[in-house]
């Protein structure tokens, strides 16, 4: 039986596999991030330092401009709305940032995620750092009473190894290398959710 379910967000229920990229695409700040990005690889700056000087290439973008539409992948609306209707907690997870949220708030019970910080004027003045590694998760799940052993995982990066390797149904979703394969269960390879939602029903049963 599964009572929650943790879904990773970039790479899983969208297409693109970072928030933080993604926008730098439609801003055209790509090349300006790659310098911060070659910095974090090469530990002159830490998570938070680097997120913080990457939202920087954005202040004073207004809203409108930094919440950008989001493309989900197929099946994703499906399965929220599965998973929700056999009284599953939805938590959706995400190392990217809250813009990701908006097409699914109304299927999940919560979204966890770093937030760009606003001013009175609806301008991007900021980051706030919520999410360095999905162990925060771990917090939630204690929070909530749950037991590991009845919670699905589903993620496809190096980030999302704590959830994968501590929930009984893990699932690795177009992983990103083999370790992230082989920390889950089960791993699926395809373009849609669709092979997920039958495996959950599969579970449920």
Same mark, same amino acid.
């Given at each position: 039986? $599964?009572?929650?379910?943790?879904?990773?967000?970039? #790479?899983?229920?969208?297409?693109?596999?970072?928030?933080?990229?993604? &926008?730098?695409?439609?801003?055209?700040?790509?090349?300006?991030?790659?310098?911060?990005?070659?910095?974090?690889?090469?530990?002159?700056?830490?998570?938070?330092?680097?997120?913080?000087? *990457?939202?920087?290439?954005?202040?004073?973008?207004?809203?409108?401009?930094?919440?950008?539409?989001?493309?989900?992948?197929?099946?994703?609306?499906?399965?929220?709305?599965?998973?929700?209707? +056999?009284?599953?907690?939805?938590?959706?997870?995400?190392? #990217?940032?809250?813009?990701? #949220? $908006?097409?699914?708030?109304?299927? $999940?019970?919560?979204?966890?995620? +770093?937030?760009?910080?606003?001013? +009175? *004027?609806?301008?991007?003045?900021?980051?706030?750092?919520?999410?360095? +590694?999905?162990?925060?998760?771990?917090?939630?799940?204690?929070?909530?009473? &749950?037991?590991?052993?009845?919670?699905?995982?589903? #993620?496809?990066?190096?980030?999302?190894?704590?959830?994968?390797?501590?929930?009984?149904?893990?699932?690795?979703?177009?992983?990103?290398?083999?370790?992230?394969?082989?920390?889950?269960?089960?791993?699926?390879?395809?373009?849609?959710?669709?092979?997920?939602?039958?495996?959950?029903?599969?579970?449920?049963?």
């Amino acid at each position: 039986m $599964i009572r929650a379910a943790i879904l990773d967000v970039d #790479g899983v229920l969208t297409y693109f596999r970072s928030a933080w990229q993604h &926008l730098h695409r439609v801003l055209g700040t790509e090349e300006w991030a790659s310098l911060n990005r070659e910095a974090y690889a090469s530990g002159l700056i830490n998570y938070r330092d680097w997120a913080l000087v *990457d939202a920087l290439l954005w202040m004073g973008v207004p809203r409108s401009w930094v919440e950008v539409p989001v493309t989900l992948r197929r099946g994703t609306l499906e399965l929220l709305k599965f998973l929700r209707d +056999n009284d599953v907690l939805v938590i959706a997870v995400s190392g #990217g940032l809250n813009y990701t #949220g $908006i097409p699914i708030r109304e299927y $999940i019970n919560y979204f966890i995620s +770093n937030e760009l910080v606003l001013d +009175n *004027d609806d301008s991007l003045i900021s980051v706030k750092v919520n999410v360095e +590694n999905k162990n925060i998760v771990n917090d939630l799940i204690n929070r909530l009473g &749950l037991d590991w052993d009845y919670v699905m995982a589903v #993620g496809d990066s190096d980030m999302d190894l704590p959830m994968l390797r501590r929930a009984r149904y893990s699932i690795a979703y177009n992983p990103v290398n083999e370790e992230v394969a082989n920390a889950a269960r089960i791993v699926i390879n395809s373009d849609t959710l669709y092979p997920l939602i039958d495996l959950v029903k599969a579970i449920l049963k």
